[in-house]
T-cell receptor
């Protein structure tokens, strides 16, 4: 069984469009994250939700809006897509209790804006 | 600001060679340390982690890492690499209990058969 699953795996779209990426985890974790991996493979956190509440919101354009309908799901909606949004987006999840927790990552969504 | 620095951007080795990838972080508080691997076209997988205790930690596939607190380092080692170890390797630090991971810029390891 896939622990953290993202859909779609690949997404090609035109500039100006609005798109969503979905993420689901079946690990019973209460915290979920979105990370962005740029063309140089650098990974940076974008958002974190704990029990449907936004707890980390890095400096991300407000065209990006995460939504967590429940603690097992964290979706990422992107408005007015730009060329610079092309990247691989990784969803992750972890337990929040205590310090000694590790994150599990999804397989990534490769977004290409043309 | 907190940061993670990986010294080697691109490493090329022959099979059976020994590997050491450097990782340093800048943060004075409690940290958890991780090494993740990303095989071509795949997601990030955890290689090993350090939370507390023995600073020498062993992970999957024969990898190990040593946490040296005084040097703020967490270097990854493997005595004998295989062609299948060709991948991107990321060092990451989790600060306190925020859950937020700060990644290094990654090291591309290419192992020649």
């Amino acid at each position: 069984d896939t622990a953290v699953s993202q859909t779609p795996k690949y997404l090609v779209t035109q500039m100006g469009n609005d798109k969503s990426i979905k993420c689901e985890q079946n690990l019973g974790h209460d915290t979920m994250y979105w990370y962005k991996q740029d063309s140089k493979k650098f990974l940076k956190i974008m958002f974190s939700y704990n029990n449907k509440e936004l707890i980390i919101n890095e400096t991300v354009p407000n065209r990006f809006s995460p939504k967590s309908p429940d603690k097992a799901h964290l979706n990422l909606h992107i408005n007015s897509l730009e060329l610079g949004d092309s990247a691989v987006y990784f969803c992750a999840s972890s337990h929040s209790d205590g310090v000694n927790t590790e994150a599990f990552f999804g397989q990534g969504t490769r977004l290409t804006v043309v | 600001a907190q940061s993670v620095s990986q010294h080697n951007h691109h490493v090329i080795l022959s099979e059976a060679a020994s590997l050491e990838l450097g990782c340093n972080y800048s943060y004075g508080g409690t940290v958890n340390l991780f090494w993740y691997v990303q095989y071509p076209g795949q997601h990030l997988q955890l290689l090993l982690k350090y939370f507390s205790g023995d600073p020498l930690v062993k992970g999957i596939k024969g990898f190990e890492a040593e946490f040296i607190k005084s040097k703020f380092s967490f270097n990854l080692r493997k005595p004998s690499v295989q062609w299948s170890d060709t991948a991107e390797y990321f060092c990451a630090v989790k600060l306190g209990n925020t859950g937020k991971l700060i990644f290094g810029q990654g090291t591309t390891l290419q192992v020649k058969p």
